[in-house]
């Protein structure tokens, strides 16, 4: 049985709007700065041995952000951390290289066999139409630095979010440092980076 719709009353949409502001306040972050954990490269074949792994592991860049920590510092660190974890050429990553048009672009060049000018993006997750087109899903454009980010880059950098104050560096608000996925160069990741390290107490 259908009943008709009634109008909503002035106190339940008093009520609506008052649980929407709830829900779009910044709320307090616990930030917590640890010495980096290594992190094997992010495109590596399986068949190192444990030894080869661990010799590896040794030539992971490492860095302990502290309210001394430059933000000189930060970028070199970054330059070095993205050629080996991506297993890139050094020379070819400058503070201004952007992140996916430029680092993650090259590792597409590598893996696909192409050159850097013919890389190609393609969709991921995608159904398919009765006409047999791919339909939905989302380009692949962006999805290693994005699996970089989700993965590993809080152990690389050292940087960890908690539940609590206590075992907490210092408390955030949510929106106070923005996000590591609207990043676009390296320069950009080490102002993000830099801005954590100037509220170290």
Request: glycine residues 4%.
């Amino acid at each position: 049985m259908n009943y008709p719709e009634q109008p909503a009353r002035q106190e339940e949409l008093n009520t609506l709007q008052e649980l929407d502001k709830i829900n779009k306040e910044v709320k307090p972050m616990y930030i917590k700065i640890v010495p980096t954990s290594p992190v094997l490269p992010q495109m590596l074949d399986d068949d190192l041995s444990e030894k080869e792994e661990r010799l590896l592991l040794t030539k992971c860049p490492t860095i302990h952000l502290s309210a001394t920590t430059s933000h000189e510092h930060i970028t070199t660190f970054l330059i070095e951390l993205f050629a080996y974890y991506f297993e890139l050429p050094q020379d070819k990553i400058k503070p201004d290289s952007d992140l996916v048009d430029d680092i993650e672009r090259m590792v597409w060049a590598r893996e696909l066999g192409v050159s850097f000018e013919n890389v190609t993006y393609g969709r991921i997750f995608c159904s398919r139409d009765e006409d047999g087109n791919a339909v939905g899903g989302m380009e692949d454009r962006g999805i290693i630095i994005a699996m970089m980010f989700m993965l590993d880059f809080s152990d690389l950098v050292g940087i960890k979010e908690v539940d609590n104050a206590v075992d907490a560096t210092f408390e955030a608000m949510d929106d106070e440092f923005g996000n590591y996925n609207d990043c676009a160069t390296i320069n950009d990741l080490s102002d993000l980076i830099y801005s954590v390290c100037r509220r170290i107490l």
